[in-house]
């Protein structure tokens, strides 16, 4: 687990009043309470994101979530996607094929 | 030899710090790859943009590139492991939609079938020899260490070590690359590469500017009033300096070649020491005098007009 004290480390400028916020608007998950959080490391890779959509891609903090629900949505799809392309590569290749050509 | 960072970003090389800005956010809203996940190009495209970025907008970096010191990949920085290397995976259930709430109410995804997908999602990839992902850690080093160049042990997430040599001179934000000490390759591809970004730690008394460094000594009122030899610290080591006689607080006395240790086309910085008179535990003696002394015409506060 990542501390909050690590976390500035990683990402110079973050600033704890705006994580705290993302926190309580759901778009971050963290243990622990407020002061003593701890973060998985997607956790860490999400903030990130967010501070770089926020900072760098000039995303008003109103639309993150917007922006981060499409995202999730675009992601579990890939997931998704994922998942089957595996389950595919264990059929046998007649099937694998026969599938292939019906996705044209 | 990396790409002309000014290019990478479509700017010549009198642009203002606002112009860097503005031309890395146009490109970084087009190439970031947590916004083009599986699109291979617009990731390369994004690295070399945030590569010049890095460089540029740093004032001390673009001038050091400017005068050749260093070269565009001085500043690469591998962004970390972005955000899609966890949301694609298993861990990335962690903010799966349905879950995740956001204000939105779940979607309700688990129960939809894969009808609508896009079939290129499926497409079986050729998968062959690849080079691995490079790390990237960040490694807290002490001042001394890089001034003077030091070897330091990192200890990484999972319990390895990698002894990372810092040569002299280097600054906060410097990335060091350890070749083939990164993510192994896939089907024989080589290995990445390690890439460790330097966190200086300030220095107690020692302050850094450029290859120049600086320095506070405390000095007794004899000392400074009457001149003496005294042994002033530096990075490599004490120097006997000699005080010329009626020094102050505030004095400035330079010793050539004692700041950061010539590298690369760098030559040696020096030591500025800058004197502070300290009076330090005073007697019956001095007070009576001073009592008896007087400096006709000194006013320590002359010239502080407008401070009020």
Redesign the interface.
């Known amino acids: 687990m990542v501390t909050l004290e690590r976390l500035r ?2 990402i110079r400028g973050l600033d704890e009043g705006e994580l705290e916020r993302w926190i309580g ?3 971050v ?1 963290a243990e622990g309470a407020a002061g003593a959080r701890l973060f ?4 860490v ?2 903030i ?2 967010i501070f ?1 959509l926020r900072h ?3 995303i008003e903090e109103a639309a993150l ?1 917007v922006v ?2 499409l ?12 998942q ?2 595996a389950a ?2 264990d059929l046998p290749a007649d099937v ?1 094929q026969a599938i ?1 050509r019906r ?2 | 030899m990396a790409d002309d960072p000014y290019k990478t970003l479509g700017i010549d090389k009198t642009a203002s710090a606002e112009d860097i800005r503005a031309a ?2 146009k490109l ?2 087009k190439h ?1 790859p ?2 083009n ?2 699109n291979k190009a617009a990731e390369e495209a994004f690295k070399k943009v945030a590569a010049a970025n890095d460089l540029l907008s740093d004032p001390e970096k673009r001038a050091r590139y400017d005068r050749g010191e260093i070269d565009a990949t001085g500043a690469e920085r591998e962004p ?19 879950g ?5 109410g779940g ?1 309700g ?1 688990a129960d939809e079938g ?1 009808e609508d ?1 896009f ?1 290129n ?4 990839r050729a998968r062959g020899p690849a080079r691995g992902q490079d790390a990237r850690y ?1 490694l ?1 080093a002490a001042f001394l260490d890089t001034v003077n160049g030091a070897t330091s042990r990192l200890t990484l997430p999972d319990g390895q070590t990698l002894d990372v040599k810092i040569p002299p001179g280097t600054q906060e934000g410097d990335v060091l690359r350890l070749r083939g000490r990164g993510e192994p390759g896939r089907q024989g591809g080589p290995a990445g590469d390690a890439l460790i970004e330097i ?1 200086v730690t300030p220095h107690r008394f020692y302050r850094r500017e450029g290859q120049d460094i600086f320095l506070d000594l405390p000095v007794s009122l004899s000392e400074a009033v009457l001149g003496a030899k005294v042994n002033v610290p530096t990075p490599r080591g004490p120097v006997a300096m000699t005080l010329k006689p009626h020094a102050d607080s505030g004095t400035e006395l330079r010793l050539r070649g004692r700041g950061v240790p010539a590298h690369g086309k760098l030559p040696a910085g020096d030591l500025y020491v800058k004197l502070r008179v300290v009076i330090g535990p005073t007697d019956e003696k001095l007070e009576s005098f001073l009592r008896t002394w007087t400096q006709p015409g000194f006013d320590p506060r002359a010239g502080m007009e407008g401070a009020e």
């Not at chain 1, 995202?71 to 994922?82: E, H, I, K, S, V």
């Open positions: 480390l990683e608007a759901s778009l998950r998985e490391e997607i956790d890779a999400r990130r994101l770089e760098e891609l000039e979530p981060l629900s995202m999730d949505q675009l992601y579990d799809l890939r997931r998704r996607g994922a089957l392309n595919l590569a694998r292939l996705l044209g | 890395y956010r970084a809203k970031h947590d916004l996940p599986g970390p492991r972005t955000y899609r290397n966890y949301a694609e995976s298993g861990r990335g259930e962690r903010y799966a939609h349905a995740a709430g956001a204000g939105f979607g995804f894969f997908l079939a999602i499926f497409e079986q960040v807290q966190h």
